[in-house]
């Protein structure tokens, strides 16, 4: 996604508050990344540098113990270096002077991560890992002698290659050569040590040309790793040392493949996409779970495409859905994240979509929208079990209203939901014991093209559902009857859904394009009668 540099998305303790939504196509901005294209942006760039190296800093220091899931996990230092690369100019001359050292490959001494030499290398067919044989970077099983090379370092070279060798027989390109950087081999650098020190930092990627395009037109960034040389439980509370390695590669690892295809891309789709691909190549650890109490599964007045807090982790859910109902693969991959990926791709020539116009895009292949899927992902959302291979583990979306009728009766619900986000409305019928009640639903949403949309699912009592996707004409207006008769229906859920993709992008938020949307907040309304047919 091309975008100017001052508009690389806001740090996350300065952008929470700023999460507005939108699907139109947009032109990229009319200038290159470096650039002073957006005045809004221009304005709050010097904060957004600010903001960017304070986090980096507290995800560094950290404050002791790791907590996967927690308020502000260790696992985005990733983005976090990737921001403070694209905004570091911004900064006054010390405090650049600071950014450039937490853009440092490991090792080269006044690194912050790992601030020692790591002398010994081994190399694979793609992977290249680097450690020290003494003192508390050393990884497990170092014996002063590098002319062995340690277990550990052994397992960690091993499960990279096979995670690259995954993903490149699953479509997807291997990560950029970084040329002569690194000692000059032109594989992905891996460097070995105690992150967990660094308040239990579990790994991350960077990259070390972060200032100039390799080429006219070129978004794509070549990207070296760091992993933890032990990942002991001490530091590491959740899963074992092994899956936290395996997990922490996989994801990582992905960021360097992202990195190849466009580092400039959106924050919420290079998080979410990750997730959810260490788990395909991990299924058994689970880790991603972790997750599920802030995503769109457990929050959706959330807008999917939110950067912020750890939400973005758990939108991992949503490619789970997609993919489950598209599970054709490529090697051991479904191939939709894929086709959405190849949109993306940032490099001359290439499509280079934002992250919503090429998941639109890769959904249009296969015959449906963002619009129908979404209202399916929050329905199924509802009753997670009936959906997932894995949904007996996941807590369903919680209702933001229930509302019970013990005779006839009529209530009206207005709701204002943001894009890409959903409220659901619990009707439940009370003594309502003869077969011949009725509820008759009345929708009133904005016009179709902002995005206005409603679900209907009847639960039964003896078990089952039923989910329809309301027709509304264009203007927003339309209607349904369900069965409502306590006999034999336990509830009615009506999902009020926003559906825009559409955006004013380049306006300085953490959304898609970084774009404020356009059909936020507008009034949706439900009249919900009961009566007897």
Same mark, same amino acid.
């Not at 986090?55 to 990737?82: I, K, M, Q």
């Not at 020692?116 to 003494?134: G, K, N, Q």
């Not at 950087?181 to 660094?198: P, R, S």
């Not at 949309?453 to 927003?476: E, P």
């Given at each position: ?328 693969? =490529?090697?051991?991959? &479904? ?7 190849? #949109? %993306?791709?940032?490099?001359?020539? @290439? $499509? /280079? ?71 659901? =409305?619990?009707?439940? &019928? ?7 009640? #009725? %509820?008759?639903?009345?929708?009133? @949403? $904005? /016009? ?86």
């Amino acid at each position: 996604m091309r975008l100017p540099r001052a508009l690389v998305a806001l740090s996350v303790t300065l952008i929470l508050g700023l999460t507005l939504g939108g699907p139109t196509a947009v032109a990229d901005p009319p200038a290159p990344p470096g650039t002073k294209a957006s005045v809004i942006g221009q304005d709050h760039r010097s904060d957004q540098a600010e903001a960017t190296l304070a986090r980096v800093r507290t995800l560094v220091e950290g404050l002791g113990v790791s907590s996967r899931g927690g308020a502000d996990d260790n696992r985005g230092l990733t983005l976090a270096l990737r921001d403070l690369a694209l905004q570091m100019d911004a900064l006054s001359p010390s405090d650049e002077r600071v950014a450039e050292r937490y853009l440092l490959r490991p090792g080269q001494g006044s690194d912050p991560f790992i601030p020692v030499a790591l002398p010994f290398v081994t190399c694979s067919a793609d992977i290249c890992v680097h450690w020290r044989e003494s003192g508390d970077h050393a990884p497990n099983g170092s014996d002063g002698d590098g002319s062995t090379v340690p277990t550990y370092v052994n397992r960690v070279l091993n499960t990279i290659q096979r995670v690259n060798n995954d993903y490149v027989a699953a479509g997807y390109r291997r990560p950029k050569s970084d040329g002569t950087a690194g000692g000059g081999t032109g594989k992905v650098d891996i460097y070995i040590g105690d992150l967990g020190a660094n308040g239990g930092l579990y790994g991350f990627c960077s990259t070390d040309r972060p200032r100039v395009l390799d080429a006219p037109d070129d978004y794509s960034k070549a990207a070296f790793c760091a992993l933890d040389n032990d990942y002991r439980p001490g530091q590491f509370p959740t899963n074992t040392p092994l899956e936290n390695m395996q997990v922490t590669a996989a994801h990582e690892y992905f960021h360097a493949v992202q990195f190849g295809y466009d580092f400039y891309e959106d924050g919420w789709i290079l998080e979410s996409t990750a997730t959810w691909a260490e788990d395909e190549l991990f299924d058994d650890v689970n880790d991603n779970r972790n997750y599920l109490p802030t995503s769109p599964l457990r929050r959706p007045h959330v807008p999917l495409d939110t950067f912020g807090g750890n939400f973005h982790y758990g939108t991992w859910i949503w490619w789970r859905y997609l993919t489950e109902k598209f599970p054709a693969e =490529v090697g051991k991959l &479904p191939r939709l994240v894929l086709d959405v990926w190849k #949109r %993306l791709d940032g490099r001359p020539g @290439a $499509p /280079d979509r934002y992250s919503t116009q090429g998941l639109a895009q890769a959904l249009n292949g296969r015959g449906t929208t963002i619009k129908k899927e979404l209202q399916l992902f929050y329905g199924v959302n509802r009753h997670p079990r009936t959906y997932y291979d894995e949904g007996a583990a996941y807590n369903p979306s919680p209702s933001s209203l229930n509302v019970a009728f013990s005779g006839a009766q009529q209530q009206s619900v207005v709701r204002k939901p943001r894009h890409l986000s959903s409220s659901t =409305v619990k009707l439940v &019928p009370n003594g309502l014991s003869q077969s011949d009640w #009725r %509820l008759r639903l009345h929708f009133n @949403a $904005p /016009d179709t093209a902002r995005g206005g949309a409603f679900v209907v699912i009847v639960y039964k009592k003896a078990g089952g559902l039923s989910t329809s996707l309301v027709r509304l004409d264009r203007n927003g207006g339309g209607s349904r009857t369900v069965p409502f008769s306590s006999q034999n229906i336990d509830h009615v859920d009506v999902l009020f859904v926003n559906t825009s993709t559409r955006f004013n992008c380049w306006e300085d938020t953490v959304l898609s394009c970084q774009g404020k949307p356009k059909d936020d907040g507008l009034r949706s309304e439900l009249t919900a009668r009961t009566f007897r047919s």
